[in-house]
């Protein structure tokens, strides 16, 4: 009998720590005041900011981190991230990048264009999750297309295979593409 609760007490522990983890990542991104900004579990609907949900964690620590120490200027990220340490920075990225989200064509695509150019130009890179760049599709479009401006005015930089893929887009091309990305939602999994 005794050894058969020894068990049960050690399994209950080793299973908790995980639950603890994502309870502490989940208060700290509440704490933070991420999802006023950012959406209900990093999912934002429209508008300028972006929705972090899923995103790739190597991805939102090289963000998150450049807002932090300067690299990367934003409205209000700076002020926000400048009194994170690199453990707090460091659970933000593992915590959004854990939530299941996917993206959800809205209509038939309607941008056929767009869709050609996306998937000949930007899909390698953001469609491929090991590629630690963002996902694009689903995220909000004013949003990345503030981005795309500001990449090609040099206010933000890139990796060159961005360069190449940026430069390779006419303006009406890239909006073309822009229009096709419109036409995706982002939902989070349940």
Request: charged content about 20%; glycine content about 10%.
């Amino acid at each position: 009998m005794l050894k058969t609760i020894g068990m049960l007490l050690l399994c209950t522990v080793l299973m908790s720590a995980p639950v603890l983890a994502q309870a502490q990542t989940e208060h700290l991104m509440y704490s933070n005041g991420c999802v006023n900004c950012h959406g209900l579990h990093g999912v934002r609907t429209g508008g300028m900011i972006p929705s972090i949900a899923g995103q790739p964690e190597q991805y939102l620590y090289q963000v998150l981190s450049g807002y932090r120490d300067g690299s990367l200027k934003g409205t209000i990220m700076n002020r926000v991230m400048e009194r994170m340490d690199g453990d707090r920075v460091k659970a933000l990225a593992e915590g959004f990048g854990r939530i299941d989200v996917r993206t959800v064509l809205v209509a038939p695509v309607s941008e056929p264009v767009g869709e050609r150019h996306y998937l000949e130009h930007c899909a390698g890179c953001h469609d491929a999750p090991t590629a630690g760049a963002p996902w694009v599709r689903g995220q909000n479009v004013e949003y990345t297309r503030a981005v795309i401006d500001d990449l090609r005015k040099g206010r933000r930089t890139m990796s060159e295979e961005m360069t190449r893929a940026v430069a390779a887009l006419n303006d009406a091309e890239l909006q073309s593409v822009l229009t096709y990305l419109a036409q995706w939602t982002l939902e989070r999994s349940h």
